[in-house]
């Protein structure tokens, strides 16, 4: 089945600066890649997505950038701020009967020091 | 809408006990997914169903058992709980199980076996 590889496993950046989480992946067929951010106690929330059509994908602070031929995408979130301290996990899809499930990563803590 | 909704939020229970975690969503999901997270080990998939009536084991399914008797609920039995079942359990569900369409998560069930 499809792995995740998901690298770093914890992450401390200074306020203002870039944090990058990157993933890798097994299966070429896989065609869709969804990031989840995890608040402490809170429930995991989709928070970006790209498929395997495009290369990168934007939203405000966050970008995804999708490397198909070395099998890996990366989470990008500029200018960080405090309230982005949280779990993030990436995903790929998984097939199952009639549908597609999603193999997680192990997940990135990120702490934003102010 | 309520989304995904999970009892208890918290659970102890003693070793060789049974129980029932409650998940329900409001949102006519088809596809409804049991994970398991356990610490700096990602989301693991014990079953997930594709409509009232069907379900199937996901990765990691011994010690458990589901049902889906209707499309809003999809209850997680445990019948001989044991240490290694201490975790986090979300239920989350998506409309569909084709590539692309959100999962949705429950708040969560943390449950400690002692």
């Known amino acids: 089945g499809e792995n995740v590889e998901q690298h770093p496993s914890t992450l401390s950046v200074q306020e203002g600066d870039s944090a990058v989480i990157k993933c890798t992946y097994s299966?070429?067929?896989?065609?869709?890649f969804p990031w989840y951010k995890q608040e402490l106690g809170k429930r995991p929330q989709l928070i970006i997505d790209?498929?395997?059509?495009?290369g990168e994908k934007k939203d405000q602070r966050i970008a995804v950038t999708l490397n198909k031929t070395a099998k890996h995408f990366s989470l990008h979130i500029t200018e960080t701020q405090p309230e982005d301290s949280a779990v993030y996990f990436c995903a790929a899809p998984k097939p199952v009967d009639s549908g597609y499930a999603l193999n997680f990563g192990k997940g990135t803590s990120l702490l934003v020091t102010p | 809408n309520a989304g995904v909704t999970q009892t208890p939020k918290f659970r102890i229970l003693k070793i060789g006990q049974s129980m029932t975690l409650q998940c329900a969503q409001d949102m006519n999901h088809n596809y409804m997914y049991w994970y398991r997270q356990d610490p700096g080990m990602g989301l693991k998939l014990i079953y997930y169903?594709?409509?009232?009536?069907?379900?199937d084991k996901g990765e990691v399914p011994n010690g458990y058992n589901v049902s889906r008797s209707t499309t809003e609920d999809f209850p997680l039995r445990l019948e001989l709980a044991a240490p290694s079942q201490t975790s986090v359990y979300f239920c989350a569900s998506s409309y569909s199980g084709s590539i692309g369409y959100e999962q949705y998560f429950g708040p969560g069930t943390r449950l400690t076996v002692t």
């Open positions: 299966d070429s067929a896989s065609n869709y």
């Open positions: 169903s594709v409509g009232a009536g069907i379900t």
């Open positions: 790209i498929r395997s059509n495009v």
